[in-house]
């Protein structure tokens, strides 16, 4: 996945988008959805999602309720530190419904994750709109956070992370399941880093 460098966050959606089309774990089908990614050196990365869902399960109002149980959609991410390779098992969850409600947390596995204090979910200044044929959510991922959890990145062009995109309702008469990257495995969990996908800041202008 090539994720391309940007000026602002104007730009975000001139950049070539994502598609959540994994089906997992017996799904049949879901709505359209699909996503752009851009990052801003020195600044960090802004996400948007869209998902083609006319009236969207979304009872979840507040930061870090289990939206997961509504129709909602979800982004993991993964950094390397400036020493190269998995120098960190920890990863990044960012899941949101169409009321914009956003549960964010950090960890290096399912249980025991750290969740962000209310100064760093606002900066990630999420929100959420829904029209009548569709929904999405914008949010940015400041680097300064990032290298809070991480230490120095030094991200730019060139640099390798690696992440996932996913639509997940776990109410029963939506449930469904879908990823960006395939997930080869029968446990229903997006928690598994070791099914990201690679993403590489374009190194060309």
């Not at 399960?57 to 993991?76: I, Q, W």
């Not at 025991?112 to 929904?135: G, H, P, Q, S």
Request: charged fraction near 25%.
């Amino acid at each position: 996945m090539i994720v391309e460098v940007i000026g602002s966050k104007k730009e975000l959606e001139d950049v070539e988008p994502f598609y959540v089309e994994q089906l997992l774990w017996g799904t049949q089908s879901i709505p359209k959805t699909y996503g752009y990614l851009g990052f801003v050196p020195k600044e960090g990365f802004y996400l948007k999602m869209v998902c083609e869902e006319k009236e969207p399960l979304r009872t979840y109002e507040n930061v870090l309720d289990p939206v997961y149980r509504d129709s909602a959609m979800e982004a993991f991410f993964q950094f390397e530190t400036e020493r190269g390779g998995r120098g960190s098992a920890v990863y990044l969850n960012f899941e949101v419904n169409a009321n914009g409600a956003l549960l964010a947390a950090y960890g290096s596995g399912r249980t025991y994750r750290t969740f962000f204090t209310k100064e760093e979910l606002e900066a990630f200044d999420c929100n959420a709109a829904v029209e009548e044929e569709r929904w999405n959510f914008q949010l940015h991922i400041p680097l300064k956070i990032l290298e809070e959890i991480y230490g120095p990145l030094n991200l730019g062009r060139g640099s390798r992370f690696s992440c996932n995109f996913y639509k997940i309702s776990e109410a029963k008469e939506i449930e469904h399941y879908a990823s960006c990257f395939p997930i080869h495995s029968e446990i229903p969990s997006f928690h598994m880093p070791e099914y990201f996908g690679e993403a590489v800041i374009a190194e060309t202008v």
